[in-house]
T-cell receptor
Framework: DTEVTQTPKHLVMGMTNKKSLKCEQH?????MYWYKQKAKKPPELMFV???????INESVPSRFSPECPNSSLLNLHLHALQPEDSALYLCASSQDWFGTGNQPQHFGDGTRLSIL | DAKTTQPTSMDCAEGRAANLPCNHS???????VYWYRQIHSQGPQYIIHGLKNNETNEMASLIITEDRKSSTLILPHATLRDTAVYYC?????????????FGKGTKLTVNP
């Protein structure tokens, strides 16, 4: 069982749709992350939030817009996605931002996104 | 780029110990080694991490060489449910920030 909860588990959307992915953790962690994982590839970091502020943006296209409304929630807003954006989107959290400590990240089971 | 290299795949008999090697020859003195695994259709699961000393928890043991250039993850009694991709990870410093960079990992298959 994972302590990081992601919804929805599956999402199919058209290229003109707007949708959001949600991530929630109640472990008191102050750092949260979004990763993208293509089939048969390792996860790749997209964004890092530390204390609800965006700390790292790995040059992600603006059609992906992250939001951290509070310390327990992380959203990823999607708009005008391309078919190549189809992937597993993973959320993770850690006690603090990885750059300042050694605490491990804990991952959710992801949202499998398909763009038609 | 990932700072670790691992074999692409390994096989292990059920009930036997699985020893997964990892090379991290460019690791810095204060960088930890982390191990995660990913079972199909699930998110990566944290297993263990260490700096210099060997570590053990309820899931596995981590043996780090004295020069810290390599490590081995040991699953003492592998079960079929341990079949997964195992990632050995060292933090990467890029552009003034630090982050986890996953390498390609080792696909471990536990056979009955």
């Amino acid at each position: 069982d994972t302590e990081v909860t992601q919804t929805p588990k599956h999402l199919v959307m058209g290229m003109t749709n707007k949708k959001s992915l949600k991530c929630e953790q109640h472990m008191g962690h102050r750092a949260m992350y979004w990763y993208k994982q293509k089939a048969k590839k390792p996860p790749e970091l997209m964004f890092v939030y530390s204390y609800e502020k965006l700390s790292i943006n790995e040059s992600v296209p603006s059609r992906f817009s992250p939001e951290c409304p509070n310390s327990s929630l992380l959203n990823l807003h999607l708009h005008a996605l391309q078919p190549e954006d189809s992937a597993l989107y993973l959320c993770a959290s850690s006690q603090d931002w990885f750059g300042t400590g050694n605490q491990p990240q804990h991952f959710g089971d992801g949202t499998r996104l398909s763009i038609l | 780029d990932a700072k670790t290299t691992q074999p692409t795949s390994m096989d292990c008999a059920e009930g036997r110990a699985a020893n997964l090697p990892c090379n991290h020859s460019t690791i810095s003195g204060n960088e930890y080694v982390y191990w995660y695994r990913q079972i199909h259709s699930q998110g990566p699961q944290y297993i263990i991490h260490g700096l210099k000393n060997n570590e053990t928890n309820e899931m596995a043991s981590l043996i780090i060489t004295e020069d810290r250039k390599s490590s081995t993850l040991i699953l003492p009694h592998a079960t079929l449910r341990d079949t997964a991709v195992y990632y050995c990870i060292v933090r990467v410093r890029q552009g003034g920030s630090e982050k986890l960079v996953f390498g390609k990992g080792t696909k471990l298959t536990v056979n009955p």
